[in-house]
């Protein structure tokens, strides 16, 4: 159940994980500002760029990303 991508994520050990977060990180501070552009920029999932941008929303010291909510695509942008 699940299919390849939640087989992926789940298949990731932690160091993996922060790494494919970073690289999400770096995609929308470099402009890719919807899913389907970081999706198409880093040729990772969509299951695992949502969990990364949930992780980078929820981060410890703060969020590291702000979620646009709109129509027909949520955008995000960097928090300086």
Not at 19 to 25: D, I, M, P, Q, T
Not at 26 to 32: C, D, H
Not at 38 to 51: D, G, H, M, Q
């Amino acid at each position: 159940m699940g299919g390849k991508w939640v087989d992926e994520v789940a298949a990731s050990s932690p160091d993996e994980m922060a790494a494919k977060v970073e690289r999400v990180f770096l995609a929308v501070k470099f402009g890719a500002c919807t899913v389907t552009a970081i999706a198409n920029r880093l040729c990772i999932s969509e299951t695992v760029i949502k969990r990364s941008l949930s992780i980078l929303e929820d981060w410890p010291e703060g969020p590291r990303v702000r979620r646009i909510r709109e129509f027909p695509a949520h955008r995000f942008e960097v928090i300086e």
